[in-house]
């Protein structure tokens, strides 16, 4: 019989590692092709990894909330009968055959050296460790002296940040000035009588963790501005019943959100941008990711790929499949990667506006409010009137470090004018 070694495949082009949270199969069980195999889980997305080829499943090489980086070998699969030769490109993606002799078994391991660090001690760390190490100017000797917590002594993400946290702490060398400083640190918290504890999720920690960086990594600064969008609601009114006996779906306000926020996009470019260290990265392609409320209580932030090359037919389809995806958990990885701007809409919860964290490497966030009945002065011939008109609250949070204030009022000034200006005889 041969062997096959099932190995981490990669789930994105900035995954490096990813967490085993299920076995379906247990050493000893018989697997067909295609069975799932197992459950992962990244930063990104959880997904079920299907078994790439049948027979008996000899060794689980690791356990259940085990972190492996990608390209290590997670399973040994014993191969009934002839093995079928693969695809070369689908073999490198899931699995590799292999002798049965230990000493080739070891060679393959050393081959791996893309997931090696060149640090002279030889330790590994993964690209979202030294990404992290390199944003906090952390010297490699400095990187070497923390201790790590993964498998083999590694360093994980949550080691580096902890580390991070402790390095920031204020030291404090005068005695006097002691209470003062010690009054801006935060109280140690306990469960009191009655109280109830629970204890975060896997997602609800990995979104704590992301909000926390984002606001020490970027220059957090919001701005405002109303929008009259009588014409919008109008003509949305005019045309969603017959959307939906056509679509078998509703058609909300986001697909036009979306669209003119692409277009907007187009025009600043420094929007739609990222930094890395003294670096502009100006995206060629605009991603608009959104934010969608799970059953859980968690977000996800699907992204609808170039979104300016998109009718609203094809957002509003798009909007739908992402969002009923992420309600499911069926999103694949690829949905939810490479954003370069977000949208948040507090409007779904009928709330006016609020001022959204940055989503990193992203340099902005738009916020959209409720869409609410107002009066208004119109001008007219005749002179000033007040008239009952439908407004919403735009918010814009921002990296000030890149966008002035100016950029990001002409910016929202721009999606203003867009909303107030929708042609009702548009056409989807």
Partial sequence: MAKYEVVMPKMGESVQEATITKWFKKEGDRVEEDDSLLEIATDKVDTEIPSPVAGILVKALYKENDTVPVGEVIAVIDIDGETKVKDEKEEKAVAKPVEEKPEQKETAREDKKPLKADRPSGRFYSPLVRNIAKQENISGAELDSIGGTGKNGRVSKQDILK?????????????????????????????????????????????????????????????????????????????????????????TYMPVFVDITAKALKKFTFINASVEGDKIILRKNINIGFAVALPTGNLIVPVIKNADQKNLLGLAMELARLADAARKAKLAPGDIQDGTFTISNFGTFKNMTGTPIINQPQLAILGTGTIEKKPAVLETPDGDVIAIRHKMILSLSYDHRIIDGAMAGEFLLELKNMLEQFDMNTVI
């Fill in 163 to 251: 580390y991070v946290r402790s390095r920031k702490a204020p030291q404090v060398h005068d005695k006097a000035a002691r209470p003062s400083m010690e009054a801006q640190q935060s109280a140690p918290v306990s469960a009191g009588p009655g109280d109830k504890v629970i204890q975060m999720d896997r997602i609800r920690k990995l979104i704590a963790e992301h909000m926390v960086l984002s606001k020490r990594t970027s220059a957090h600064v919001a701005s405002f501005i109303e929008a009259d969008v009588t014409n919008l609601v109008r003509w949305r009114n005019k045309i969603k019943d017959e959307f939906y006996a056509r679509e078998k779906q509703k058609f």
